[in-house]
Structures are given as C-alpha cells and as structure tokens.
C-alpha cells in the first residue's frame, strides 16, 4: 500500500468530519455557550460566594476567570471527543462505519484518522473560544497562545482516545446519554478545571486523590501550564501514556476478533 493512499484517506476522513462541522452549526454554537455560560456565570457565582467585589483593581475581578479558562478549553476538548463517539455510534448504526472498516487500510490507521479529525475541530473550537475570551481581556501571554497548540493536540487526543474505547461498548445511541452522565461529568468535576488541587484537598483526601488521577485533570494542567509558556512534565507524561493506553484499548476494542464488535455480534 502506497503512502500515497494513506495520506488521501487520512485527508478523506479530516475532511468529512471538517464538512459534517460545518454543517451541524447548531454543533459549534452550543460547544462555545456551554464553556462561555460557565466562564460569564459561575466565574461571577464564585466570586460572590467568596466576597470577591465586583471592583478595581480589575485585575481581581478576573483572577478566577483566567485560572478557570484551561478547564474550560478542556471541558470543550473532553465534550468534542464524546461528540466524536457519538458520530461513531451513529455510523455504526447507519452502515457507513462498517464501508470504512472493510477498506483494505489497516484498522487503527482509520481509528486514528478518525481521532486526528475530531481532534482537529475540538482545536479550532479552543482557538475561537480563546478569541472570545481575549475580548473580554481574559487574556494569556499572546506567545502562549502558540505554546499551547501542541498541548491542545496531545490533550485532545488523549480525550478524543477516550471517546473511540467508550465508543467500542456503546451498542445504541440511546446509551449516550448514560456515558454523558457517568462518564464526562464525573471527570470534570473531580478535576482541577475549576479549582487547585490543594483547594480540593482541604475540603477531601478522597476527592484529592481521584482528581489527581483524573486523566482530564492531567490534560487540564498540560494546558495551564502551556498557556504561559511553562511545560509541565508530569502533566505531559501522565496524558501521554493515558493516549497510549485508550488508544490501544480502543483498537482491541474495534478488532472484530478480539474486541467488543466480535461479543455485540454473538449479541
């Protein structure tokens, strides 16, 4: 097989899920409300219940929104690669998933193509997210704003990974809701998306200890450190090998003679 046919399949597939975005604007729209309401709206909740005044220096009244935007970026990030599962489902169910899987490409170069196209939207849909924010003078070092992109790759297809694996044990679409209710909200909410860990550890060891762990806490923090020009190391290996693993365990998962397509069959 020529490289040639992988780089137009690899294009074949970023381009139909670029299409299929752009069409579903309805899509794009609610991925920037739902982080937006939470950056405007419990920001300003916050510093109420803590006795922030809404006052200068207005350096202060943004302090909390500026340290909340990298859980946003990933909350957009985290959503994106559920959205991207869904989709999956859905061309399970309408037949063309099972057209991609027979073309003679190898299985996890087509799962990956998927995962590299998915991640591809969740970025321009961080990038513009950014831009709205930065109008609102929640602003990172403008040299951030590229020290982040390779972050925003690794991040999203760690999240995106994850999407694929939950994707191989989801028979029907009416299962997704279930996956949004104990899956997504559960890793953000026990994440420091929305505060430090030391913060969480006052309030509970236990909680402490699972968003440590927490794969989308890891990826939030690659993405605040990187904003300003900082690497942190842990963050990154931790998301790395995280991507590795759901990755692995999503092509299992998708090999008709090892994963869950082979039990749902005899199902």
Known sequence: MMVLHYWRALWGVIGRELLRFVHQRERFISALVRPLVWLFVFAAGFRAALGIAISPPYETYILYEVYITPGLIGMIQLFNGMQSSLSMVYDREMGSMRILMVCPLPRWFL?????????????????????????????????????????????????????????????????????????????????????????????????????????????????????????????????????????????????????????????
Do not use: D
């Open 111 to 267: 799962l990956l193509s998927k995962l590299i196209a998915g991640t591809s939207v969740s970025i321009l849909q961080a990038y513009v997210f950014l831009g709205i924010a930065w109008l609102y003078e929640i602003q990172a070092p403008l040299e951030g704003y590229l020290y982040v992109l390779p972050a925003l790759i690794l991040s999203g297809l760690m999240l995106g990974a994850l999407g694929l694996l939950l994707s191989s044990f989801i028979k029907q679409l009416e299962n997704f809701a279930g996956v949004m209710n104990f899956v997504i909200f559960p890793m953000f909410f026990m994440s420091t998306a929305l505060y430090p860990l030391w913060k969480i550890q006052e309030s509970s060891e236990l909680l402490h200890a699972l968003a440590q762990y927490n794969p989308f806490s890891q990826a939030v923090e690659l993405i605040r450190f990187a904003l300003y020009g900082q690497l942190n190391e842990y963050s990154l290996i931790y998301t790395s090998v995280a991507f590795m693993l759901f990755m692995l365990f999503a092509i299992i998962g998708y090999n008709p003679s090892k994963g869950m397509m082979v039990r749902k069959g005899r199902g």
